[in-house]
């Protein structure tokens, strides 16, 4: 459905949206037929990771309901530091992963994926990173080409989350 994009409004999300965040990925999910090789689950604990400051959670708000989220995760030293696998970056702690950015279905269509991911990069931004960096699976050409829409470049093919191939996507922004 097209929205009025004007009245669109974003909130800072805390950890006590957790059930919100997982209903919008369970309709994500099912629209996608379940298909893990398009869209992975992320579990109650994943989330929570991604709250402690600079991180973002973002909401998407229209006429008082989410219609999409996004998170900013900055990993820090850990595994889940996309720039581990970015022979250009320097410092991993100058990267933050554009983790993930979920839309409901029926809002889709009206850029609201590319305004969260410019947000979230706007934040890292803001925060002194240098390094912006996601994975989207090959089959999923939306998130794909919103990424490449939104300044990221293509790195290489992975295996990721248990080997699912994932395309890395980069964005020097410092």
């Known amino acids: 459905m097209k929205i009025d994009l004007t009245k669109l409004e974003y909130k800072k999300l805390s950890i006590d949206s957790i059930p919100d965040l997982l209903d919008i990925q369970e309709e994500a999910f099912i629209h996608a037929n379940g298909n893990t090789e398009f869209l992975r689950k992320n579990t109650v604990e994943t ?5 402690e400051e600079p991180s973002l959670v973002l ?5 008082g309901i989410m219609i999409a989220f996004g998170i900013l995760h900055v990993a820090k030293e850990t595994k889940e530091n996309l720039a581990y696998d970015i022979e250009e ?37 803001d925060h002194g990173f240098k390094w912006t960096s996601s994975t989207a699976s090959p089959v999923n050409i939306w998130s794909c080409n919103n990424l ?27």
């Open 148 to 174: 490449r829409a939104c300044g990221f470049k293509e790195v290489k093919v992975l295996e990721k989350y248990g080997g699912l191939k994932r395309i890395l996507f980069a964005k020097q922004i410092g």
């Open 47 to 51: 989330f929570s990771l991604c709250f």
């Open 59 to 63: 909401g998407i708000y229209y006429e």
């Open 89 to 125: 970056v320097q410092d991993v702690k100058e990267n933050a992963n554009v983790k993930l950015t979920i839309v409901r279905p029926d809002y889709r269509g009206n850029g609201l994926q590319r305004i969260l991911i410019d947000k979230l990069v706007e934040h890292a931004k």
